[in-house]
C-alpha cells in the first residue's frame, strides 16, 4: 500500500522494492554545545517494523521528536511519505501518529473520551468519531473498560489506550517511544502482539525506540543502534549479530559492539521511574 498522495519515483513502479516510507539525510540537532543527533541517514520502509536501540541519551527521542514535526532540525532533511519534514510538516503531521516516551493520556476521562478528544484534534470528521473510537477500543481489546476511568486502568491498559489514540486518523506512520516501558511480561507481550497486528491489518509502519533486546528480536523487521548520536549500525538482527564475527552473538553483544557498552540496567530503572511518576499523577 502507498500514501494516497505519495507518488513514487517511475523507475521503482516495474521493479517492486518495499518503498522507504521515512528516509532521513544527515540529520542533525545541535542543543547549545551537545549534539544529540549527529548527521544521520537511514531509511524505513514501507510495513517495516523498525527498532531504534541506543543507551540513555543517544537521541531516539530527539530522533522521533523531529520526524514527529516536534522539533526543528539545525541541520540535514528527512521526509515521511515523501514529505519534508520541515517545509510540509502540515502534511507530514496528517500522516503520522505519535506516543511519545511519557505517559499522555488524560487519567480523569474514560477510555473513550480520551478517543473523541484526539480524534477532534486529529480532525477526524465528526460524523466518523464515534466510529473510529470504538473500531479502536475494539482493536486494542478495551471495548469492556470504554467508559471507565483512565486513572484505574494498569500500565499495559494505558499503553493500549495511547496506540489506540494513535491510530485513529489512520497514520501510514506510527512512532512508539519506549511503547513497553515498565510492564510486566504479560502486558509486554500483548502490546507487541497488537503493534504486529496494527502492521499487518493496516499496513501501518511503525517506528519504535526501546531499551529492551527480547522486544526487537520479537517484534521488529529491522533495527538501527544509536550512540552519542551518531547512527552506528542498521540492519536485521541476524545481519547485525554476523556483523560482530562472533557466530553465537547475541543481540546484547549487538549492542555491546555498536554502543560500546553494557544494556544500561539504570535505564530501565530511570524510564521506569519517571513512567511511575507519571502514573502516580494519573491517580
Ligand atoms: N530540550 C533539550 N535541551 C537540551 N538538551 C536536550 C534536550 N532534549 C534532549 N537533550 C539532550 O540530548 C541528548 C539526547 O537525548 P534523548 O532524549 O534524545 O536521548 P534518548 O536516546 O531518547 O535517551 P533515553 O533512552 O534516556 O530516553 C541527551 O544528552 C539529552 O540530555
Ligand atoms: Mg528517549
Known amino acids: 500500500m502507498v500514501c494516497a498522495s505519495y507518488n513514487p519515483p517511475v523507475d521503482s513502479v516495474d521493479s517492486y522494492e518495499p518503498l522507504n516510507l521515512l528516509e532521513t539525510k544527515s540529520l542533525t540537532r545541535r542543543f547549545d554545545v551537545l549534539t544529540a543527533v549527529d548527521h544521520v541517514s537511514f531509511a524505513v520502509r514501507e510495513s517495516e517494523?523498525?527498532?531504534l536501540v541506543g543507551p540513555n541519551g543517544a537521541g531516539k527521542s530527539t530522533m522521533i521528536k523531529m520526524m514527529t514535526t516536534l522539533l526543528r532540525p539545525t541541520s540535514g532533511t528527512a521526509t515521511i511519505c515523501g514529505y519534508d519534514i520541515v517545509k510540509q510538516s502540515a502534511s507530514v503531521r496528517r500522516q503520522i501518529g505519535y506516543v511519545p516516551q511519557m505517559v499522555s493520556a488524560d487519567g480523569?476521562?474514560?477510555a473513550k473520551e480520551n478517543l473523541l478528544l484526539v480524534a477532534t484534534l486529529y480532525d477526524v470528521p465528526k460524523a466518523e468519531?464515534?466510529?473510529?473510537?470504538?473500531e479502536a477500543l475494539e482493536f486494542m481489546n478495551l471495548a469492556d473498560v470504554a467508559d471507565k476511568r483512565v486513572r484505574q486502568f494498569s500500565g499495559g491498559m494505558i499503553r493500549?489506550?495511547?496506540i489506540a489514540q494513535s491510530m485513529l486518523h489512520?497514520?501510514?506512520m506510527l512512532f512508539l517511544d519506549e511503547p513497553t516501558v515498565g510492564l510486566d511480561p504479560v502486558a509486554r507481550s500483548s502490546v507487541w502482539d497488537h503493534?504486529?497486528?496494527l502492521r499487518d491489518r493496516y499496513q501501518t509502519t511503525i517506528l519504535l525506540t526501546t531499551h529492551l533486546m527480547d522486544e526487537v528480536e520479537n517484534l521488529c523487521d529491522r533495527m538501527g543502534v544509536m550512540h552519542h548520536g551518531k547512527m552506528v549500525a542498521v540492519g536485521t538482527s541476524a545481519e547485525l549479530k554476523t556483523a560482530t564475527g562472533d557466530p553465537k552473538a547475541t543481540l546484547d553483544d549487538v549492542f555491546i559492539k555498536f554502543a560500546g557498552e553494557r544494556?544500561?540496567?539504570?535505564s530501565g530503572f530511570r524510564?521506569?521511574?519517571r513512567a511511575r511518576r507519571t502514573a502516580r499523577r494519573l491517580g
Do not use: H, Q
Not at 468519531?129 to 470504538?134: G, L, M, Q, S, V
Not at 544494556?263 to 539504570?266: G, H, K, R, W
Open 195 to 197: 503493534i504486529l497486528e
Open 271 to 273: 524510564a521506569i521511574s
Open 108 to 110: 480523569d476521562l474514560t
Open 49 to 51: 517494523v523498525f527498532g
Open 160 to 162: 493500549r489506550l495511547e
Open 263 to 266: 544494556i544500561d540496567e539504570s
Open 129 to 134: 468519531r464515534r466510529e473510529r473510537a470504538e
Open 170 to 172: 489512520r497514520p501510514k
